[in-house]
């Protein structure tokens, strides 16, 4: 079906989805009613002469083309939308009200540095840690000095 995407037919396609509101908006009694969802996707697709199957993925497609329309464009790109995704934002429009728009993730993470400012509490664990690590350095160090000098000749360390 490559070749039956025209830009006229996705203008009448979109005419056709965006009249049936059981389609795509969560609010409306039928959206909830699988008869009523069925009928209103055989009847786009006895208007347009496609399989119901072909209804449904083209649904799919543009909602998520539109979707990642939404977002903000990567940093570095330009920023700049082709004609063919202002036409998308502009006629796809009525999806926008009933999309859930889920908050992202991230598995990347950032340590704090010191100059990032910690909760409360934290800070005071790391300054404990800090010196707890100072104290066994050290401790480490007076051991080592000990076993190379000999006793009673101590070297002292200047802090």
């Given at each position: 079906?490559?070749?039956?995407w ?5 203008e ?53 083309q539109y ?15 082709t ?77």
């Amino acid at each position: 079906m490559a070749g039956f995407w025209t830009n006229q037919k996705e203008e009448q396609f979109l005419d056709l989805w965006e009249e049936r509101p059981e389609l795509y908006a969560v609010g409306v009694a039928e959206y909830t009613n699988r008869n009523a969802r069925g009928n209103a996707i055989r009847s786009v697709a006895t208007a347009l002469g496609i399989s119901e199957a072909e209804v449904k993925k083209k649904m799919d497609n543009m909602r998520t083309q539109y979707s990642r329309y939404l977002k903000s464009p990567p940093s570095g790109s330009g920023g700049n939308l082709t004609p063919r995704q202002e036409w998308f934002l502009r006629r796809l429009k009525f999806l926008e009200l009933h999309m859930n728009k889920r908050p992202s993730t991230s598995n990347l993470y950032v340590q704090n540095d010191s100059t990032t400012s910690l909760e409360e509490g934290e800070d005071d664990d790391r300054r404990d840690d800090t010196e707890q690590e100072q104290e066994e350095q050290e401790q480490e160090r007076e051991e080592e000095e000990e076993k190379v000098q000999p006793k009673g000749k101590k070297r002292h360390i200047l802090k």
